[in-house]
């Protein structure tokens, strides 16, 4: 089956801890991108990579990185940096030329 | 003003009621709109995209109204599995950002 995966489901970081989610893909898409959504507000864009070895920070960066080794991979890792990490985690890709985004089923991160 | 705008709900209608939401959105630029459908905790899946003249999916109707900066989702002869929530996505065109709504909570009574 084509399709996103996220892993884990559930992830718990503990104090002054980075952690690293994981986004894989077999659509054969470009683009990826990673959001971050909490409780009453809408996805807000974290980082997205419209190509191998190419990405951008989003509107709420901060605390986070990425990388983009290959086309299948965007893994984001949330650091230390970020103190408020509690939310659920939304991995998405789109097939170039096209305007659809699908999702994986996500990863709820919080805080011990 | 937020650049896509929601009510956000919940909106409680029987089983067999039609439903209509609205979101409106502020960049008069946006040039695709789609409506995703998020159940509880889980991710948002793609419910309709919102073609300039309107479509229809089944029981389901986008409309865009350009004038106006919005676009509206109708469900006709309301289930209990319409039950979730209801989020707006914009995107401009030749940009790699979208900008979604809070959504629009729907409960469907038995």
């Given at each position: 089956d084509g399709g996103i995966t996220q892993s884990p489901k559930y992830l718990f970081r503990k104090e002054g801890q980075n952690v690293t989610l994981s986004c894989e893909q077999n659509l054969?898409?470009?683009?990826?991108?990673?959001?971050?959504?909490?409780?009453?507000?809408?996805?807000?864009?974290?980082?997205?990579s419209q190509i191998v070895n190419d990405f951008q920070k989003g509107d709420i960066a901060e605390g986070y990185s990425v990388s983009r080794e290959k086309k299948e991979s965007f893994p984001l890792t949330v650091t230390s940096a970020q103190k408020n990490p509690t939310a659920f985690y939304l991995c998405a890709s789109r097939a170039k030329g096209l305007n659809i985004q699908y999702f994986g089923a996500g990863t709820r991160l919080s805080v011990l | 003003r937020k650049e896509v705008e929601q009510d956000p709900g919940p909106f409680n209608v029987p089983e067999g009621a039609t439903v209509a939401f609205n979101c409106t959105y502020s960049n008069s630029a946006s040039q695709s709109f789609f409506w995703?459908?998020?159940?509880?905790?889980?991710?948002?899946?793609?419910?309709?995209?919102?073609?300039?003249?309107?479509?229809?999916?089944?029981?389901?109707?986008?409309q865009l109204n350009r004038a106006s900066q919005y676009i509206s989702l109708l469900i006709r002869d309301s289930k209990l599995s319409d039950s979730a929530t209801y989020l707006c996505v914009v995107k401009g065109e030749g940009t790699y950002k979208y900008i979604f709504g809070t959504g629009t909570r729907l409960k469907v009574l038995a």
């Open positions: 054969n898409h470009d683009a990826m991108y990673w959001y971050r959504q909490d409780p009453g507000q809408g996805l807000r864009l974290i980082y997205y | 995703y459908r998020q159940d509880c905790r889980k991710e948002p899946k793609l419910l309709m995209s919102v073609y300039s003249s309107g479509n229809e999916d089944g029981r389901f109707t986008a």
